[in-house]
């Protein structure tokens, strides 16, 4: 060969060296800005593994509830319709995707968010309480009550391979933990802390185990220089002054330590459900913060989504939140709203279990006596406005605590604690993630 020749060669395999880099160095590029949106506890029941009238065991399970079960497969089409119309890059779903673990659900949920993935938008998953080995799996047909299939954990994540499993970067042996790349540089891990072996709870705890695989991963993120968002179906820090005492099952376990231990790691966020309810809190550590950004049920009023944009450059969240309108179904009468129907539904379904709770102990309050008071009507006040987030309470709300405060301070006092919003807001605010502040949109 001729050395001019050789020096063509040459030349033209240089070019195609440095376009190839190129072509790697783009599709390694971060992105500017990632959008993703966020449902939580959607809680599908299948309209197969039911008949309406609902049967004595249907409506003895609705009476003992807040979620808008009948209604779950159609409120679940029409938000899908809103993340489509919103085309972020991924959808974050922290748990409880099913009524009570039903394979027949979770295989129906699974081909739902295969619509969104075949257009482009990636869902990733963790399980909840209620997904995962759950023995109150059941349908109600006509007048029977039968158990049906639940799942295992090998079983969730192949039913959601396409929702984080099967492409995981990382993922914890001893649990259904992983991590996702859905976008160049940005990580999402999702850490299960849900107990079901051998059948679930409503308790969560991070194991040692996966506290460990957890801290590794957030020291890779370091490494590798990825931002890192997480996930995980229960609250990792207190919602609300005394939430892990009345509510203990709530909260994982060990909270304050593990929480702090994670934010000095340099954990800065965590995407939480579980309680219902829409409210962002903020966990001070020794050298960090990390903000539980909790996220409402899709199934209860008033029934909350969130949009996300993650500017990476900035290193700030700006979280939005809008409320799901357009759902249609038999039992919503004509010339209501959804949002109306929802709402009525949480405020009769919790005016009977606040009135539940109360006759139970600790409290164990005689049914004259909370009637006389209307402490069924005050207690479910203050959660129905701490579900909505950005609670806060009117005079005649303040009065009304005062009115318990006075007849049971006990009671009183775990009252004014559900109305306490701690700081941030919490449905529409943004985050610096690296000076931790926070302020309203
Ligand atoms: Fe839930």
Redesign the pocket.
Known sequence: MKISNLVYVFSLLSLIMVWSCKKDAESAKVPSTVKFMVIS?I?YFDPSLFTLPANTYFQGYLAADRKLIIESSAILKSVFASVQSEKPDFLLVPG?LTKDGEKLDHQAVATLFKGLSDKGIKVLVIP?N?DVSNSASFSYLQSAKTKVDNITATDFASIYSNCGYGTAIDRDPGSLSYVSEPVNGVWVMGIDACHYSPVSETAGSISDATLTWVKSIIAKSKTQNKLLISMMHHGMVEHFAGQSTLFPEYVISDWQNVSAILADLGLKVVFT??Y?AQDVVKKTSTSGFVFDIETG?TVTAPCPYRTVTLNTALKTLKVESKKITDVSYSTIPSGTSFQQYAQTYLGNGMKDISYYMLSMPPYSIPGAAIQALALDRIMANGFISHYAGDEIPSSADNADIQTVKTAIPSLGGALQGVWTDLTPVDNNLTIDLTSGAAISN
């Open positions: 506890d809680h409880d909840g209620h459900g579980h219902h049920s």
